[in-house]
């Protein structure tokens, strides 16, 4: 049915589709990424304390505590931080400030499907440009282009897991005419990280999520660094207070037990390791991963199927078929015993 009070941009896209999300005890759940892990127990401690008392009133809009202890962690200034809904209203905050009507936005292929919805809500149109066969960046990912106002760059990249060097990051962004969005949702599980480069470079801005390294994909926190400059300008587009009193508080603790982020990062890139291992044993394609994922192909076999047979069999996981590409299973690094039950399952089917 046609709404004709609803913009022409909106009404023909189809629109970002999260991965499934079944009640929860059902499914083996390896299909979104999340940390198989209960979160550390500061963060239950510091909701509880807060939900004593901030409930009646409005957060801090800027989330300052949280600023504060990032910027001792990560080595950042505090006015250098945006923190968001989850890294998705980062993504959102930074496209409404630098990507109007008609306006171009660059994104890899294949990847992370949100940004071009992100520019289609502007109205902007959006140019996929194809990693190499390796997964490296191709000379076209850094030339100029009319109107060309934001380029987004997964790192580590999803669906791949692989990562570009923070050298190549850094001479990308110097090429380019326009600012150069980081998106490092995955960073804590690789061996590098582009941070530092927001302080070489002013067209660089690098965004984090708390849901995956810290297991709080429940909560919704996120945040991007970038230059204060443009932080001040980042400010007058997100909502008024765009992080609640409670994800605050649990971010806060989160970011402040950093044994718990390298115990739990540790044991993740263990299984991760041991799960490429039985994967490749299966006859499966297997991209060396950065991530807390691993991205599988098969040489020969369509993979829908599979996919469709582990769900019946209550185990999740991500399938997507990238024209130009071909299809793939993205399975989340789960704990050694949802690994295993994912592994025998699909050792069954293949």
């Not at 171009?104 to 499907?113: A, E």
């Not at 530092?196 to 801005?205: A, E, M, P, S, Y």
């Amino acid at each position: 049915m046609t709404v004709p009070c609803v913009r022409p941009a909106i009404a023909a896209m189809q629109g970002y589709v999260p991965g499934e999300q079944p009640p929860p005890g059902k499914y083996i759940k390896l299909n979104t990424n999340e940390n198989p892990y209960p979160p550390s127990p500061a963060v239950r401690r510091s909701i509880a304390e807060v939900a004593e008392h901030a409930l009646t009133r409005y957060p801090d809009p800027l989330a300052t505590a949280f600023r504060l202890r990032a910027g001792e962690v990560l080595g950042v200034e505090p006015d250098a931080i945006l923190c968001g809904n989850g890294s998705d209203d980062i993504l959102t905050i930074v496209t409404r400030a630098l990507v109007g009507e008609g306006d171009l936005l660059r994104l890899p292929y294949p990847s992370y499907v949100l940004y071009r919805t992100l520019a289609e809500i502007q109205g902007a149109a959006f140019e996929e440009v194809a990693f190499a066969s390796d997964w490296s960046l191709t000379a076209a990912f850094a030339c100029a282009a009319p109107r060309l106002r934001l380029v987004f760059l997964a790192n580590p990249n999803s669906p791949s897991g692989t990562v570009i060097p923070p050298d190549q990051v850094l001479e990308l962004a110097e090429r380019l005419p326009c600012p150069l969005l980081v998106d490092e949702a995955y960073a804590d599980f690789a061996d590098t990280h582009c941070l530092d480069l927001v302080h070489q470079c002013r067209k660089i801005l690098v965004s984090r999520s708390l849901s995956k390294s810290y297991a709080l994909a429940g909560l919704r926190f996120g945040f991007v660094v970038a230059h204060p400059d443009l932080i001040t300008q980042l400010r007058k587009v997100k909502d008024s207070y765009n992080c609640d009193a409670l994800a605050i508080a649990g971010a806060t603790a989160a970011l402040d037990d950093q044994a718990w982020r390298q115990e739990n990062r540790a044991r993740i890139l263990a299984t991760r390791q041991r799960m490429e291992t039985q994967l490749r044993a299966l006859g499966l394609d297997v991209v060396p991963s950065q991530a807390n994922f691993v991205w599988c192909t098969h040489p020969v076999q369509p993979l829908r199927p599979v996919y469709e047979q582990l769900k019946a069999s209550y185990v999740l996981v991500r399938y997507m078929n990238y024209p130009g590409w071909g299809d793939g299973l993205r399975i989340s690094v789960g704990t050694d015993a949802q690994v295993d039950a994912c592994v025998t399952l699909l050792k069954a089917i293949l």
